[in-house]
């Protein structure tokens, strides 16, 4: 109920105040916060408390009551400084970087944001939502500190991580101060995987023992020469002999390595994404070595976590 309340008056009031519309583009990091750009409004219960102290100030003067007219002075003044204290929380707080590791589309993908804090107390008790997500922290007195925060994923490629919300209601929950965050940073969503997806390809006969790398560190053979073949790769006795410039050749043979084909698969362009996706995660926990050919490159062969890494990253940034 206090969220939906706090949401409506917020659509309303970046409808009517510009001050509140300026941060909604996106900011080169690192973003750091002021006091111009810290708001503060009331809780429910600080609303409450606020019908609580005028009826007390009005009791005290209506029976001339001195000592409930001090109390009632000396709770306004502790409340006035606690909106100090409630704007200080965000006040001279820094957000340095956006990191995250990639996670497949339709997953959460956890975001980490590196705060920076100084010229201050320790922070405790702020909120970091975003729509749905939200997490709790705290922040030293001075130093470096970190959010998690989990969002969901959509689509593959590169996701703008969009706009927070950094808040806190500290110390009293009176007053509730908050400042909007929207930096320039992306992170990286792979595609994801197709479900009951066929198994590994077994390789084309055609391939095996055909295809070679170039260049490579076993002997080939002789070729023409071309400009730009490096001078000690000349073969100079058989160039004498057949009257024409001869170059040594280098090659390593591929036959080993799995094919992974993207003009091989005659489906829709996402699914091959999607089932080149299920390839190269099933190759590297069965630690095959493999090859992925696309539209406009080759990579491999390779294995292992971080070739496969490479492989989900290209399928991902694919247009």
């Known amino acids: 109920m206090l969220a939906t309340w706090r949401d409506d008056l917020m659509r309303y009031a970046e409808r009517r105040l510009p001050a509140l519309t300026r941060y909604r583009q996106a900011e080169p990091l690192p973003i750091r916060l002021h006091a111009r750009r810290v708001y503060i409004l009331p809780t429910r219960f600080g609303l409450m408390f606020a019908v609580l102290l005028v009826a007390m100030l009005i009791g005290a003067l209506n029976f001339n009551n001195n000592p409930a007219l001090l109390l009632a002075l000396l709770v306004a003044s502790t409340t006035m400084i606690s909106f100090h204290h409630n704007v200080g929380q965000l006040n001279r707080i820094e957000l340095r970087g ?33 729509n749905a997500s939200n997490t709790r922290f705290s922040l030293p007195g001075e130093g470096d500190g970190e959010a998690a925060l989990d969002v969901p994923t959509t689509r593959r490629g590169r996701l703008s991580v969009g706009r927070f919300r950094l808040w806190t209601e500290y110390p009293f929950g009176i007053t509730w101060a908050w400042s909007v965050l929207h930096p320039e940073a992306q992170v990286l969503v792979y595609p994801a995987p197709e479900t009951n997806a066929p198994p590994l390809p077994i390789g084309d006969p055609r391939e095996q023992g055909s295809r070679l790398r170039f260049p490579g560190d076993d002997w080939h053979g002789l070729r023409e020469h071309r400009p730009g073949d490096p001078p000690k790769h000349i073969a100079w006795k058989p160039s004498a002999r057949q009257e024409r410039l001869l170059v040594k050749e280098f090659a390593d043979p591929q036959s080993q390595a799995l094919l992974l084909d993207w003009h091989a698969l005659p489906i829709e362009r996402e699914a091959r994404i999607s089932r080149l996706t299920r390839w190269v995660i099933d190759a590297r926990e069965r630690q095959v070595p493999f090859r992925l050919r696309l539209p406009d490159a080759e990579l491999g062969p390779g294995h292992g976590p971080a070739f496969a890494a490479q492989c989900l990253r290209e399928l991902a940034l694919l247009p």
């Open 98 to 130: 956006v990191s995250a590791d990639p996670v497949h589309a339709g997953q959460h993908i956890r975001l980490r944001l590196h705060f920076h804090a100084d010229q201050g107390a320790e922070r405790p008790a702020l909120v970091l939502d975003q």
